[in-house]
């Protein structure tokens, strides 16, 4: 296959809404990079005008330059199978996808095969989250993954001991990732998948919600997340920089949530709330 490359340099804060427009024309897989985002899409299905429309949308929003380059054919699944590498969280958790050997050496092993083969999924934010729920207690507690990509954090709070676990994300190409990678883990039979938003999410309550996404729609739905939780809920929020935490913690505090714990790297920040009882 062929593929055309678009190189976006745009503000951190839009990169999630230019990839679910781009994946609404044909764009297949994504990488987030220091200056923004690249987007890939198959040859016959690179549309200039439809991308111009998105183009010109969002530079009423923000500062957007672009660039298209058509890659060389190769085969992509080899090229992602040599540039993934497994990731290690705090020395207990490892990442690996199906073809990486097991390794005894930690608690909790994780199987991740993403579905998209030019993104891992492993971003800062991600290892944040995790290093931060090895933090809380999961035994027999019900969990809430907002916003959950290839399923990594409710896969992790499963094995960590959670009864039941709620993902869902408004990606088509993510929620059928999360349902492979949750059943390369056996954790099928405890797990809820849908795709859709908060919106669609059925009505309970869970002891923890975890919510990867990104500013704005953070500072959106926060106080829609807090109406999940119970009493003693814990709330995990990531995917902002670390100067956005004042505006995080207030729109937290609007709700009665206080940030107890926080973890950083390379700027990204993630944050542990509980009620303010």
């Not at 985002?37 to 949308?57: G, H, T």
Request: proline fraction near 3%; include cysteine.
């Amino acid at each position: 296959m062929v593929y055309n490359e678009l190189q976006l340099t745009a503000s951190a804060d839009f990169t999630d809404m230019l990839m679910a427009e781009l994946a609404e024309i044909g764009y297949e897989s994504f990488v987030e990079t220091d200056s923004g985002l690249n987007a890939y899409v198959q040859l016959p299905d690179y549309d200039q005008a439809l991308l111009l429309e998105i183009i010109v949308k969002y530079q009423e929003m923000t500062a957007i330059a672009w660039h298209v380059v058509t890659l060389e054919e190769k085969n992509w699944n080899e090229e992602w199978e040599r540039n993934y590498q497994p990731i290690e969280v705090e020395g207990r958790i490892i990442v690996r996808a199906t073809h990486h050997a097991v390794s005894p050496h930690f608690e909790y092993d994780i199987v991740i095969n993403p579905k998209m083969s030019f993104g891992t999924g492993h971003h800062e934010t991600t290892a944040s989250v995790m290093a931060l729920q090895l933090g809380i207690d999961h035994a027999h507690k019900t969990v809430l993954d907002v916003g959950s990509g290839t399923g990594i954090l409710a896969i992790l709070a499963l094995k960590m001991g959670a009864s039941r676990a709620t993902a869902f994300d408004i990606e088509e190409w993510a929620y059928l990732n999360a349902v492979e990678n949750s059943e390369l883990n056996g954790c099928q039979t405890n797990i809820s998948l849908f795709q859709g938003t908060i919106e669609d999410c059925p009505a309970g309550t869970y002891d923890i919600v975890l919510a990867n996404i990104n500013r704005n729609i953070l500072l959106r739905e926060i106080p829609m997340y807090a109406t999940f939780m119970k009493p003693t809920a814990t709330l995990v929020v990531s995917g902002f920089y670390t100067h956005d935490e004042p505006d995080i913690e207030a729109k937290a505090a609007e709700v009665g949530l206080k940030a107890t714990k926080k973890k950083s790297l390379n700027n990204w920040s993630a944050v542990v709330f509980e009620r303010n009882n």
